[in-house]
């Protein structure tokens, strides 16, 4: 067994531990930068050395065994120790590359965050955006994106949730001059224009909650267009009449880069008369990331993101009291 076992090399530990992480030899032939059938070699490589078929296929891909379950933490602790190994040799310290996912309001402060905890830890990465789809919560648990910032994200048993705060306020936005500014926040008011709903983090035909809402109320809504970019919506409203509910603190940072826009906080409207028996949805924010990505990296970066948040919060308040 011993001779056996010194042909378990790196590659074949690292797809091992791939397989055991992600469940799916084309995504851990992806990560590892290799083809699919290279996979297959080292996994039935494994399996001789060992004796055991490790793995259980399923419809999607597999799922590991009582053997495999107790043989990953030791493999990955030797994979982890090789690359640490590597990383004191090297001589020069090749860039990590991240995959993140966000709506491109947020993209932004993600982006932002992950280079101020690179600095912290000194570490150098180069980030790619990967755009927003309905596949997101599927790419996170097959690890092909590394991070991604979602509302009322899905739980999965592969994807780490990590609350950042709260969606704590709501706006209604329409070109410069537009007669809502001079009407009193009232539904009857609201109801009389076309509307323009942003599904954060949601695409395609997902009902907006205001859609719900009208429908329980029996209240006859106009809707022009639903959208997960919310540039694209504020882009349609300089050149209509049309009137768009938004949410959040992001959206009032994205307000002020807009000439052609306005806006004003329907928070309390949103509250107080739309919900005043506070019977709906409370909506939140969270970092999600692969289990496998649990690291300090990952801590410092929820924690940043965290206090960054509230710290914009904390300001659009200020300015409201002012």
């Known amino acids: 067994m011993r001779k056996e ?38 996994l039935s490589n494994m399996r001789e050395v060992i004796h ?27 994979v982890q120790g090789y690359e640490e190994l590597v990383e004191i040799t090297s001589t020069s310290s090749d860039s990590n590359r991240l995959v993140i996912a966000a709506q491109e309001h947020l993209s932004g402060f993600l982006v932002e965050s992950i280079s101020e905890v690179c600095q912290s830890l000194g570490r150098e990465m180069s980030v790619s955006i990967q755009p927003w789809s309905d ?55 609201l109801l009389s224009n076309k509307m323009v709903f942003i599904n954060y983090s949601k695409v395609g035909l997902v009902e907006h909650w205001f859609e719900g809402y009208a429908k329980k109320q029996n209240l006859d809504i106009k809707v022009s267009f639903k959208t997960a970019s919310l540039a694209m919506a504020l882009n349609h409203l300089a050149k209509t009449d049309d009137v768009c509910w938004t949410a959040s603190v992001f959206s009032y940072l994205y307000f002020n880069t807009c000439n052609d826009i306005d806006y004003i906080d329907v928070t309390d409207f949103y509250n107080q008369v739309l919900f005043p028996n506070r019977d709906r949805e409370n909506y939140r924010y969270y970092l999600q990331y692969h289990q496998s990505h649990e690291s300090e990296f990952s801590k410092a970066l929820s924690k940043l993101l965290q206090k960054k948040l509230a710290l914009a919060q904390e300001l659009y308040e200020q300015q409201k009291r002012d």
């Open 5 to 42: 076992l010194a042909k378990l090399d790196y590659f074949t530990l690292k797809v091992f531990v791939g397989l055991v992480e992600f469940r799916n030899g084309s995504v851990v032939a992806q990560k590892l930068n290799t083809t699919q059938p290279k996979v297959s070699r080292a």
């Open 52 to 78: 055991d078929e490790l793995f259980v296929r399923r419809q999607y891909g597999v799922e590991p065994n009582v053997m495999a379950d107790r043989l990953y933490p030791i493999a990955k602790s030797i």
């Open 135 to 189: 596949n997101v919560q599927e790419l996170l648990a097959q690890g092909k994106i590394d991070y991604a910032i979602t509302v009322n994200s899905r739980l999965s048993e592969s994807v780490k949730n990590v609350k950042l705060g709260d969606v704590r306020y709501f706006f209604l936005a329409a070109k410069k001059n537009h007669p809502i500014f001079q009407q009193e926040v009232t539904l009857s008011n």
